[in-house]
């Protein structure tokens, strides 16, 4: 069954698309994470053109976050303290991320930039992240890595009380790693909820059903204002294809979410591990080994 | 179109529009049309011009394939088909092939002149990689299509427009060759044109992006809401 996509000028499997939609919508509903930085790839492969694949994308997450996010508020699961101070990093970052790419793609070499970001961000989270996890589950061992960065974080000054989170640190500390996250992940084109998630667990120290629910719950304000700013400049969201991936996902989430409470938070963040570190190594796969097509032919927005 | 004998040449389409529905996946034409015997007919399908880019991939420190060269390929042709009831090559001279850009190597290589610092096989190359990839999304043809022909005189063909086509005006040039010379040509307008709902959002997104934009948070947060109470339904 075919369905004709307005915008992105294209007719999809409309079965393909849910089960897309359906896949995510189990990453999201398992991990905590928006999802968009699979589902774009996804898109492309199936022949959507990439600007509206990335867009849409956004688009899609502004509705699984907000269905995640109810479910967090609900189940007590969100920091929203803790929140607002990393929306104001995160909306400063990205606006600023978003004038640098602009400033980088002039002068060349992008592509070089964001894929070399891309491999270290994700190999030192995937890495530390599998390390810990692989030491608490088999080896029963607490690592110091909370410790050695709470150290560095309390010296800044402004301290203040997030009782939700049971932490007294300075708000420089969220707001700061917030802007650094999004201006990274303005530039890379991705939401940045899998780095976000690592950075509030160990450098923050918050909890990780806590630290999955705030940053679901942030996501919503992050992607909506890229949402907002695709669809109105730049004209490259299909809200068609955003509804059905929406749809999709809302039938997979629940599946991920009756599973991920089968697990404890450490094998939770075990798998997380797991998934960053594929991506890492399929990116490294992606650039070192020759491509199947050298080139490749795209219409000019 | 009514057929008359005294008419040596006459062509036309069974539909003058395509539209785009909702579940729309493609279209199909039909060009039919009279022709005096020993006669070839050379049918061009042309879309809308379009702004392409061909990107090429190159090693960066000999280790990293990464996007690097990206060729302009401005108001290209979205669609070129070229059909006939013979090869092309055993029509016409080459000479008027290009003259009168019946070629989709001609079509692309007329874009490439800004690159004046290529080497002709470097020309070549990309020239020939652009049309591969045009051939592959099935907007460029291949091969000339056949036109078939009845009795020397009746031809008719379908010409296959892929979904991906874009909305606009498309010109078919059907031209009348004898001898290996064009000797008349005529002019048969074709649109494609989204419709319904396919319409509605396109113009919306195009003419009124603040009220589109606005309009897909508002769905996006009711879906949001929805899918929150299915999944707490299909839990509890």
Redesign the interface.
Known sequence: M???L??A???VSLPVILLIGAAIGMISGFFGIGGAFLTTPLLIFI?IPPYIAAATAV??V???????T??NLKNDNVDIKMASVMLCGGLIGSTAGVFASKILSLLG?I??II?ILYIIILGIIGSSMFYETIQLIYLKKNTTAIKKSNRFLLALPFKMIFPKSKLYISFLAPLLLMLIINFIAAIMGIGGGFIMIPVMIYLLGMPTQLALGTSLFQVIFTS?NT??FQ???N?S?D??L??FL??G??LG??FA??LSRKFNSDYLRFFLSLLILGICFQLIY??????QE???????H | MAFSMENDFLADLDNHVIKITSNFSGGNILLFGQKNKDTDIIAVIKGPEQNFQLIEKTTFLNIFWLNNNIIKLPALPSVFKVYATRPLEQILPTELIDLYKLNSNFIVNEKLIYYDQWSPEQRKKVNAHAIRLFQKKNHYTSDNRIISSMKDQLFRTTIHLPDTSPQGSYIITIYLVKNNHIIKAQITPLTIQKVELSEYIFNLSKNFSYLYASFTLIIMIFLGWLSNKFIKHFIS
Do not use: C, N, R, W
């Open positions: 075919e369905i004709y307005p915008i000028e294209i007719s022949g688009t899609q502004v509705g699984t976050s907000l269905s995640g109810l479910a070499y592509d070089v894929s909506a949402t907002f669809a109105s400049l004209q969201v809200i068609i955003a509804i929406v749809l996902s809302t989430m629940p979410t009756k992606t650039i070192i080994f020759p491509p050298i080139f490749t032919l795209e219409k000019i």
